[in-house]
T-cell receptor, first 111, second 116 residues
Framework: LAKTTQPISMDSYEGQEVNITCSHNNIATNDYITWYQQFPSQGPRFIIQGYKTKVTNEVASLFIPADRKSSTLSLPRVSLSDTAVYYCLVGPTGTASKLTFGTGTRLQVTL | SAVISQKPSRDICQRGTSLTIQCQVDSQVTMMFWYRQQPGQSLTLIATANQGSEATYESGFVIDKFPISRPNLTFSTLTVSNMSPEDSSIYLC?????????????FGPGTRLTVL
């Protein structure tokens, strides 16, 4: 499974756009990139998933360059409630896939 | 969307005892997994719960310590046996096969275990 590297922590003010970048240099051809959000004392919550280029949903955007060796999660206009740990995961999808969690990025949003 | 529940949500146990954690999904799922998250740490996969057969354990986890059952497509249990304070963690189940992009894994709320 491809290993991921992301910043340990980030700080932002409310209303700003936050971009969290994840490196996955040895991503395989059949690997997808998935981001999860975890609040304290809760299970991780799926945010977004992509394979290449750009994916956008109601929560976030995911930018993936052509070489797929990195990806950027973009959170528009964050609020205090976006304070959480964000995990970037890389791996094949499918019913037998196992997720390997890295250290995650702890995002702290303040006023 | 499907609901994943875990029981108990939290427990405080004495060392040497065992605790069984239940994971229930309100619809049939393809795969179920069990993870451990130690305080301040990331998630570590314990095992894949296979329906009708023995679970598949990851390196460092053994069946005698973490016996797992999965009698059907909506339910699984994880037992933490002969507990020690080092077993204090959050235990989470996850499932695939729900509606969503490309077999995404969805997580339960977790069970917070404290061993004294």
């Amino acid at each position: 499974l491809a290993k991921t590297t992301q910043p340990i922590s980030m700080d932002s003010y409310e209303g700003q756009e936050v971009n969290i970048t994840c490196s996955h240099n040895n991503i395989a051809t059949n690997d997808y990139i998935t981001w999860y959000q975890q609040f304290p004392s809760q299970g991780p919550r799926f945010i977004i998933q992509g394979y290449k280029t750009k994916v956008t949903n109601e929560v976030a955007s995911l930018f993936i360059p052509a070489d797929r060796k990195s990806s950027t999660l973009s959170l528009p206009r964050v609020s205090l409630s976006d304070t959480a740990v964000y995990y970037c995961l890389v791996g094949p999808t499918g019913t037998a896939s196992k997720l390997t969690f890295g250290t995650g990025t702890r995002l702290q949003v303040t006023l | 969307s499907a609901v994943i529940s875990q029981k108990p949500s939290r427990d405080i146990c004495q060392r040497g005892t065992s605790l069984t954690i239940q994971c229930q999904v309100d619809s049939q799922v393809t795969m179920m997994f069990w993870y451990r998250q130690q305080p301040g740490q990331s998630l570590t996969l314990i095992a894949t719960a296979n329906q009708g057969s023995e679970a598949t354990y990851e390196s460092g986890f053994v069946i005698d310590k973490f016996p797992i059952s999965r009698p059907n497509l909506t339910f699984s249990t994880l037992t933490v046996s002969n507990m020690s304070p080092e077993d204090s963690s959050i235990y989470l189940c996850s499932v695939t096969g729900l509606a969503g992009p490309t077999d995404t894994q969805y997580f339960g709320p977790g069970t917070r275990l404290t061993v004294l």
